[in-house]
């Protein structure tokens, strides 16, 4: 009975773990502090974006060092400021803008929130239940926000929703949602002349090695590799900014 009673309780530990398999960012979770003296003679560069954009901000920052200022939301510790889905977008982006007088480029990600799906306004495991930003919605947002970064005089780059794998269920993701969302924010970036940084295809031939399971968030060497994609599309614009 014992051996039974135990392999009960070890099977149903393991469905709760898998049920709840995404918990959360490692950058989140460790809470470094992100703030920092600008030098007044670098150029200012601007992160926005959520717990992927977090995970490769310190390694955007050492990569450009020298370089560029590199910025992103924080919170009074310092700690990284998750952006959350577009709608946050449109109410904040104003204060985030306020970080600095002026910017030269700004990379910013919105999506993996808006696709959420969600219930009684908080996040929800059923597939059923809508996301909190559909299509439509989305893309408006989207047209807000690249409205207001425009008249920052800043170069801009959109970088791409990262993928969703299947079994991504707290919440739940649809995996096919990321290309959808993708697609209607790539139509508002050639509208609107903004350079796109693909991350979704860079990334996905990699997703074994650097995602983690059943979960949007990437190992270390994982948001290293985007850091790398990030901080040379940076460069490349504030490169054409000096030209």
């Not at 920092?36 to 926005?48: D, E, I, K, R, S």
């Not at 590199?70 to 998750?82: L, Q």
């Not at 995996?175 to 002349?193: C, F, I, Q």
Request: hydrophobic share 40%; net charge positive.
């Amino acid at each position: 009975m014992k051996s039974i009673l135990s392999i009960l309780i070890l099977s149903f530990g393991l469905a709760a773990c898998a049920a709840a398999a995404e918990t959360g960012s490692r950058a989140e979770k460790q809470g470094a502090d992100l703030r920092f003296t600008p030098n007044p003679a670098l150029p200012n560069v601007l992160l926005l974006g959520d717990s992927i954009s977090i995970g490769y901000t310190s390694s955007v920052r050492q990569m450009l060092k020298g370089k560029a200022n590199v910025f992103r939301p924080i919170t009074a510790k310092g700690a990284a400021e998750n952006c959350s889905d577009t709608g946050t977008g449109v109410a904040e982006l104003d204060r985030w803008l306020a970080l600095a007088p002026k910017w030269d480029v700004i990379h910013f990600n919105w999506g993996l929130h808006d696709l959420k799906h969600m219930k009684d306004g908080k996040p929800s495991r059923d597939a059923a239940d809508p996301p909190l930003r559909s299509v439509a919605e989305y893309q408006a947002n989207l047209e807000k926000i690249v409205a207001r970064l425009k008249k920052t005089g800043a170069r801009l780059i959109f970088a791409t929703t990262t993928p969703v794998v299947p079994g991504t269920g707290n919440p739940f993701r649809h995996p096919d949602d990321p290309p959808r969302y993708n697609t209607a924010a790539v139509e508002v970036m050639k509208a609107s002349g903004v350079r796109v940084n693909d991350l979704f295809a860079f990334i996905q031939p990699r997703l074994a090695e650097v995602q983690l399971p059943k979960n949007v968030h990437f190992t270390a060497s994982g948001s290293k590799l985007l850091a790398r994609q990030v901080a040379d599309a940076i460069q490349d614009e504030l490169a054409g900014r000096i030209r």
